[in-house]
């Protein structure tokens, strides 16, 4: 079977063409060529975990990305762009690693513009000799050029805790995907 080639279907498309559902004078659409789905990867890039102050709100410090394809990164935000193809569903994801937690309860929280709390998932950790982990997800519809996203931890144990960063993407990050 031979193989086709994606780039070869839309190759001979130039200017309009008109959409093959509709034949009503003026219904056209504009050729264009297929284009990849904005995403970002964040995570922070020291070796030294992240300290987080029992009963404190704290944006989790992301200084490094492993992928970037629309320059939504800045400052540990995930920032919608203004220009481009931005409606539909925005997949939004946090991990975090917590090292030996203490026992209390944690959270872990996407937040939205700097207040809206847009997913929250608290656990209880007993005393742990081992790290332990969060997943947040979040799934925005529509959201507006310029709405930022912020991966957020707190915890009540009347101790500081950390988090695990270890210059790596593998154990603490935040992540977007503008799926559809």
């Known amino acids: 079977m031979t193989r086709v080639d994606p780039a070869d279907i839309f190759s001979g498309i130039v200017g309009s063409v008109r ?19 904005m995403r970002v990867r964040l995570f922070n890039t020291s070796v ?6 029992t009963g404190t709100d704290t944006v989790v410090g992301m200084t490094g990305k492993v992928f970037d394809t629309a320059g939504l990164s800045g400052n540990s935000k995930i920032t919608i762009p203004s ?8 997949i939004f994801h946090a991990h975090v690693s917590w090292i ?44 507006l050029p310029g ?3 912020e991966a957020v931890v707190r915890h009540e144990t009347g101790a500081n805790n950390t988090i695990f960063t270890g210059n790596s993407d ?10 559809w």
């Open 19 to 37: 959409e093959p559902k509709r034949m009503e004078t003026g219904s056209t659409t504009v050729a264009t060529e297929m284009q990849q789905r």
């Open 147 to 149: 709405d930022y996203f």
């Open 83 to 90: 220009g481009g193809f931005t409606t539909g569903t925005w």
């Open 170 to 179: 593998a154990e603490t990050y935040f992540e977007a995907y503008h799926g």
């Open 48 to 53: 030294v975990p992240i300290v987080i102050t």
């Open 100 to 143: 030996a937690p203490s026992a209390a309860v944690h959270s872990l929280w996407i937040r939205k513009n700097g207040a809206a709390v847009l997913t929250n998932v608290s656990r209880m950790f007993g005393n742990a000799v081992v790290d332990l982990t969060q997943d947040s997800w979040g799934f925005v519809n529509d959201p």
